[in-house]
């Protein structure tokens, strides 16, 4: 059983402490919602309430502890070099030249604003060395982020018409106007679906469908599975990268022939705030 099996376990049987053994008194039945302490009150005294309140903080806090000290031991002890592949299963969503020697996946999320920035580079990039390069887009939506998971979904949708790039740009060039809308399959039909020659109504059953929303679930388990806490998060050539990558970087990485010299700034990641980034399918 690996640390996070251990802490679940632990939980489960801390929980199942908390419903039936409140105490070191050995109850014998579990709590019935605001009416829990009564019996327990006119046994042994008003007092004793508090206590049951303070055993029960004691198990949570020592709960959040230890869930942060595995965390911690995961991403110090996550790989830096692997093959992606065999973590995130067949390949979609790809640019460039499949068949291109140098691969680039990256887990990213529509509504990060880091993640907006360096796509704008990238685009410029894969213009440029796009037959050399092969570049794969896998979703990290952020807990944080309302809309990631519906932006996610109607890239997606899209994707099933073969318009998937299209929506990818165009929901990054247009992040300010929709991340704090309250979203929809027909909000991103209106906004962008009609423009790219979308049929709505397959548009609105695909974004809706259990088939898309397992892709974008898959794609983040998987960010899980590899210990990810950021976006945007590449792998170049199976290298992990955290966060923006100027232009001369990856010519020097890749080992590619310059053109023309353009100079791009490196850009901070988005952190997850959360204490598990996994979701699982």
Same mark, same amino acid.
């Given at each position: ?94 640019? =460039?030249?499949? #068949?291109?020697?140098? &691969?680039?996946?990256?887990? !990213? @999320? ?5 993640? $907006? ?79 790219? =020659?979308?049929? #709505?109504?397959?548009? &609105?059953?695909?974004?809706? !469908? @259990? ?5 974008? $679930? ?64």
């Amino acid at each position: 059983m690996d640390e996070v099996g251990l802490i679940a376990h632990f939980l489960i049987d801390r929980l199942h402490a908390v419903q039936h053994r409140c105490t070191p008194f050995g109850l014998a039945q579990p709590r019935r919602g605001k009416g829990d302490y009564r019996w327990f009150t006119r046994l042994h005294g008003v007092g004793n309430r508090h206590l049951v309140k303070s055993r029960v903080g004691v198990i949570a806090g020592t709960l959040v502890l230890l869930a942060g000290i595995v965390l911690v031991v995961r991403l110090i002890d996550a790989p830096t070099d692997l093959n992606v592949n065999d973590t995130i299963g067949p390949r979609r969503n790809v640019i =460039g030249s499949p #068949e291109a020697p140098n &691969v680039i996946v990256e887990f !990213s @999320d529509f509504q990060c604003p880091a993640c $907006a920035a360096v796509d704008r580079d990238f685009r410029g990039f894969i213009e440029e060395f796009g037959s050399s390069v092969s570049f794969e887009y896998r979703h990290f939506t952020l807990p944080q982020h309302a809309n990631a998971l519906p932006s996610a979904y109607a890239a997606e949708a899209a994707g099933n018409q073969g318009k998937f790039w299209e929506a990818h740009n165009w929901l990054f060039d247009n992040q300010s106007v929709w991340e704090d809308e309250t979203t929809s399959a027909e909000y991103f039909y209106a906004q962008f679906g009609s423009s790219l =020659g979308l049929d #709505e109504e397959r548009f &609105v059953k695909d974004y809706n !469908s @259990d088939e898309v929303r397992q892709k974008v $679930a898959d794609d983040t388990f998987a960010a899980s599975r590899l210990r990810l806490d950021s976006t945007p998060t590449f792998f170049i050539n199976g290298k992990k990268q955290v966060g923006g990558i100027n232009r001369e970087g990856l010519i020097k990485l890749l080992g590619l022939t310059v053109t023309t010299p353009v100079s791009t700034p490196e850009l901070s990641p988005t952190v997850v705030q959360t204490d598990d980034v996994s979701q699982a399918p």
